[in-house]
Protein backbone atom coordinates (compact mmCIF):
# COMPACT_ATOMS: atom_id res chain seq x y z
CA UNK A 1 0.00 0.00 0.00
CA UNK A 2 1.14 3.51 -0.46
CA UNK A 3 1.92 6.26 2.17
CA UNK A 4 -0.73 8.01 0.97
CA UNK A 5 -3.21 5.34 1.57
CA UNK A 6 -1.84 4.94 5.10
CA UNK A 7 -3.68 6.97 7.64
CA UNK A 8 -1.79 7.49 10.80
CA UNK A 9 -3.68 7.85 13.88
CA UNK A 10 -2.21 11.00 16.02
CA UNK A 11 -2.05 9.72 19.70
CA UNK A 12 -1.45 12.06 22.43
CA UNK A 13 1.16 10.85 24.49
CA UNK A 14 0.04 10.19 27.71
CA UNK A 15 -3.59 9.54 27.35
CA UNK A 16 -4.76 6.70 27.09
CA UNK A 17 -7.98 5.45 25.25
CA UNK A 18 -10.63 4.19 28.04
CA UNK A 19 -13.23 2.03 26.88
CA UNK A 20 -16.74 2.55 27.36
CA UNK A 21 -17.79 1.29 30.84
CA UNK A 22 -19.05 -2.30 31.46
CA UNK A 23 -23.02 -3.52 32.52
CA UNK A 24 -23.55 -5.97 34.66
CA UNK A 25 -24.55 -9.38 32.87
CA UNK A 26 -28.30 -10.04 32.18
CA UNK A 27 -28.93 -6.31 32.39
CA UNK A 28 -30.05 -4.51 29.04
CA UNK A 29 -30.15 -1.05 28.55
CA UNK A 30 -33.84 0.13 28.79
CA UNK A 31 -34.63 2.61 25.84
CA UNK A 32 -35.49 5.90 26.66
CA UNK A 33 -39.36 5.98 25.04
CA UNK A 34 -39.96 2.65 26.88
CA UNK A 35 -39.23 3.30 30.60
CA UNK A 36 -41.15 2.70 33.19
CA UNK A 37 -43.28 5.89 35.09
CA UNK A 38 -42.06 7.54 37.61
CA UNK A 39 -43.03 6.89 40.71
CA UNK A 40 -44.29 9.89 41.30
CA UNK A 41 -46.85 9.78 38.51
CA UNK A 42 -49.04 6.71 39.57
CA UNK A 43 -50.71 8.35 43.00
CA UNK A 44 -51.34 11.08 40.25
CA UNK A 45 -52.84 8.60 37.52
CA UNK A 46 -54.64 7.11 40.63
CA UNK A 47 -55.92 10.48 42.23
CA UNK A 48 -57.35 11.53 38.92
CA UNK A 49 -59.08 8.27 38.00
CA UNK A 50 -60.84 7.74 41.42
CA UNK A 51 -61.63 11.72 40.39
CA UNK A 52 -63.21 10.73 37.42
CA UNK A 53 -65.60 7.97 38.76
CA UNK A 54 -66.86 10.79 41.66
CA UNK A 55 -67.70 12.86 39.07
CA UNK A 56 -69.44 10.11 37.05
CA UNK A 57 -71.38 9.32 40.36
CA UNK A 58 -72.43 12.69 41.48
CA UNK A 59 -73.73 13.84 37.89
CA UNK A 60 -75.38 10.21 37.78
CA UNK A 61 -77.31 11.20 41.44
CA UNK A 62 -78.29 14.96 40.07
CA UNK A 63 -79.93 13.17 36.87
CA UNK A 64 -81.69 10.75 39.16
CA UNK A 65 -82.97 13.21 41.06
CA UNK A 66 -83.83 15.63 38.23
CA UNK A 67 -85.66 12.61 36.85
CA UNK A 68 -87.60 11.69 39.96
CA UNK A 69 -88.78 15.36 40.79
CA UNK A 70 -90.21 15.55 36.62
CA UNK A 71 -92.29 12.10 37.35
CA UNK A 72 -93.15 13.27 41.16
CA UNK A 73 -96.71 14.80 41.59
CA UNK A 74 -97.02 18.55 42.39
CA UNK A 75 -97.76 18.59 46.06
CA UNK A 76 -97.06 22.31 46.65
CA UNK A 77 -99.56 22.98 43.57
CA UNK A 78 -102.64 20.93 44.67
CA UNK A 79 -102.78 22.72 47.63
CA UNK A 80 -105.87 24.77 46.94
CA UNK A 81 -105.17 28.54 46.41
CA UNK A 82 -102.19 28.01 44.82
CA UNK A 83 -101.64 28.32 40.83
CA UNK A 84 -101.86 24.67 39.49
CA UNK A 85 -104.25 23.82 41.85
CA UNK A 86 -108.43 24.42 42.94
CA UNK A 87 -108.45 28.18 43.88
CA UNK A 88 -111.85 29.49 45.67
CA UNK A 89 -113.03 32.47 43.84
CA UNK A 90 -115.78 33.36 46.23
CA UNK A 91 -119.51 33.47 46.43
CA UNK A 92 -121.22 33.30 42.63
CA UNK A 93 -123.39 36.41 44.03
CA UNK A 94 -120.13 38.23 44.34
CA UNK A 95 -119.85 38.58 40.56
CA UNK A 96 -121.88 40.96 39.10
CA UNK A 97 -123.54 40.06 35.89
CA UNK A 98 -121.35 41.37 32.29
CA UNK A 99 -117.99 41.94 34.65
CA UNK A 100 -114.38 40.65 34.83
CA UNK A 101 -112.56 39.94 37.81
CA UNK A 102 -109.00 39.16 37.80
CA UNK A 103 -106.98 36.46 40.08
CA UNK A 104 -103.57 37.08 39.64
CA UNK A 105 -102.29 34.17 42.01
CA UNK A 106 -104.44 32.24 39.51
CA UNK A 107 -103.61 33.85 36.30
CA UNK A 108 -106.85 34.26 35.03
CA UNK A 109 -109.90 36.12 34.98
CA UNK A 110 -113.63 35.22 36.01
CA UNK A 111 -115.60 36.26 34.06
CA UNK A 112 -119.79 36.51 34.52
CA UNK A 113 -121.40 36.65 30.97
CA UNK A 114 -124.13 38.92 30.55
CA UNK A 115 -126.80 35.91 31.31
CA UNK A 116 -125.07 34.55 34.37
CA UNK A 117 -122.94 32.05 32.98
CA UNK A 118 -119.48 31.59 34.57
CA UNK A 119 -116.02 31.43 32.56
CA UNK A 120 -112.07 31.13 34.00
CA UNK A 121 -110.11 32.71 31.17
CA UNK A 122 -106.38 32.16 30.92
CA UNK A 123 -104.42 35.24 30.93
CA UNK A 124 -102.51 34.38 28.57
CA UNK A 125 -102.65 35.32 24.50
CA UNK A 126 -103.20 32.58 22.44
CA UNK A 127 -101.05 34.66 19.75
CA UNK A 128 -97.88 34.27 21.12
CA UNK A 129 -98.62 34.24 25.02
CA UNK A 130 -98.63 37.90 26.00
CA UNK A 131 -100.04 38.60 29.37
CA UNK A 132 -104.03 40.13 27.95
CA UNK A 133 -105.28 42.98 30.25
CA UNK A 134 -109.00 43.38 30.72
CA UNK A 135 -109.74 46.33 29.49
CA UNK A 136 -113.21 47.98 31.00
CA UNK A 137 -114.10 50.73 29.56
CA UNK A 138 -114.18 49.00 26.24
CA UNK A 139 -115.10 45.60 27.58
CA UNK A 140 -112.27 43.70 25.81
CA UNK A 141 -109.32 42.12 26.63
CA UNK A 142 -106.38 43.75 24.23
CA UNK A 143 -103.11 42.34 23.64
CA UNK A 144 -100.72 44.81 24.15
CA UNK A 145 -97.84 42.82 22.10
CA UNK A 146 -99.90 42.24 19.00
CA UNK A 147 -103.15 43.91 19.30
CA UNK A 148 -105.38 40.79 18.83
CA UNK A 149 -108.54 41.75 21.14
CA UNK A 150 -110.72 38.69 22.55
CA UNK A 151 -114.82 39.76 23.88
CA UNK A 152 -116.17 38.91 26.97
CA UNK A 153 -116.42 35.42 26.13
CA UNK A 154 -113.08 35.07 25.29
CA UNK A 155 -113.85 34.96 21.28
CA UNK A 156 -111.08 36.62 19.02
CA UNK A 157 -112.87 39.86 17.90
CA UNK A 158 -109.24 41.14 16.17
CA UNK A 159 -106.86 38.78 15.34
CA UNK A 160 -103.72 37.92 14.96
CA UNK A 161 -104.76 35.40 17.83
CA UNK A 162 -105.37 32.43 15.83
CA UNK A 163 -108.15 31.20 18.42
CA UNK A 164 -110.53 32.45 21.92
CA UNK A 165 -108.46 32.41 25.19
CA UNK A 166 -108.27 29.03 26.97
CA UNK A 167 -110.54 28.07 29.67
CA UNK A 168 -110.08 26.72 33.04
CA UNK A 169 -112.65 24.63 34.25
CA UNK A 170 -115.23 26.06 36.60
CA UNK A 171 -117.22 24.86 39.47
CA UNK A 172 -120.12 26.00 41.81
CA UNK A 173 -119.96 23.91 45.36
CA UNK A 174 -122.89 25.24 47.97
CA UNK A 175 -122.87 28.67 45.97
CA UNK A 176 -118.94 29.07 46.26
CA UNK A 177 -117.12 29.32 42.81
CA UNK A 178 -114.04 27.27 42.40
CA UNK A 179 -111.27 27.27 39.95
CA UNK A 180 -109.49 24.44 38.48
CA UNK A 181 -105.96 25.97 37.24
CA UNK A 182 -104.21 22.41 36.75
CA UNK A 183 -104.69 22.57 32.64
CA UNK A 184 -105.84 25.16 30.50
CA UNK A 185 -108.17 23.96 28.13
CA UNK A 186 -107.56 25.08 24.51
CA UNK A 187 -111.00 26.12 22.52
CA UNK A 188 -111.19 27.27 19.01
CA UNK A 189 -114.37 29.79 19.99
CA UNK A 190 -117.17 30.23 22.80
CA UNK A 191 -119.90 27.61 23.19
CA UNK A 192 -122.82 28.00 25.79
CA UNK A 193 -121.97 24.31 27.04
CA UNK A 194 -118.58 25.92 28.26
CA UNK A 195 -119.94 28.36 30.80
CA UNK A 196 -121.38 27.49 34.23
CA UNK A 197 -124.40 28.56 35.56
CA UNK A 198 -126.12 28.66 39.14
Same mark, same amino acid.
Given at each position: MSAKKRKKTKETPGVEKTPPPAQAPGVEETPPSVQAPRAEETPRRDFLGRLWKILGI???LEFLGVGLAFLAPKRAAEKEGAF?????????ERFAPDTVTAFRQG???LARLPDGGLLAL $???CTHL?? $?VPWVAEEKRFICPCHASVFDIQGNVANPPAPRALDLFPVSLVNGIVKVDTGKPLRRQRFEKSQAVYP
Amino acid at each position: MSAKKRKKTKETPGVEKTPPPAQAPGVEETPPSVQAPRAEETPRRDFLGRLWKILGIVALLEFLGVGLAFLAPKRAAEKEGAFGGVITAGPEERFAPDTVTAFRQGHFYLARLPDGGLLAL $SRKCTHLGC $SVPWVAEEKRFICPCHASVFDIQGNVANPPAPRALDLFPVSLVNGIVKVDTGKPLRRQRFEKSQAVYP
